[in-house]
Each structure stands twice: as structure tokens, then as C-alpha cells.
């Protein structure tokens, strides 16, 4: 029953990490800011962003 519990705990807290860094990733999307993960920046593009990019160095 002990291994179960502590089975348990440990799924619950990789979800709430995981949810957590979910949260961070759509705060930064929506504020489109940079997206710091440990010592790591990313910046989140859509699909409609990444196109608008990608037809712009074409188009020069």
C-alpha cells in the first residue's frame, strides 16, 4: 500500500511540473516574450507567425 501512495505522489508532482511549465509557456506565447528555461531562452511562434517569417525572407 506504501509503494502505491508514494506511486501516487510522484505522478501527482510530474503533473503538477508539468502544468506548471505549461502555464509558463502559454503566459510567455500570450505576451510574446521570451520563454527562459533554466539558463535557456525560446520564443514561441504559431503557424501563422512562423509563415509570415518564412514569406518574408523569401520575398526580399
Not at 10 to 16: A, E, K, N, P, R
Not at 36 to 50: A, C, K, S, T, V
Request: with cysteine.
Amino acid at each position: 500500500m506504501k509503494e502505491l501512495l508514494e506511486s501516487q505522489a510522484f505522478c501527482t508532482g510530474i503533473l503538477f511540473g508539468m502544468s506548471l511549465y505549461e502555464q509558463k509557456v502559454i503566459m510567455a506565447h500570450e505576451k510574446k516574450q521570451h520563454l527562459r528555461i533554466g539558463e535557456n531562452l525560446y520564443y514561441i511562434q504559431d503557424g501563422r507567425e512562423r509563415l509570415q517569417e518564412l514569406m518574408d525572407k523569401i520575398c526580399k
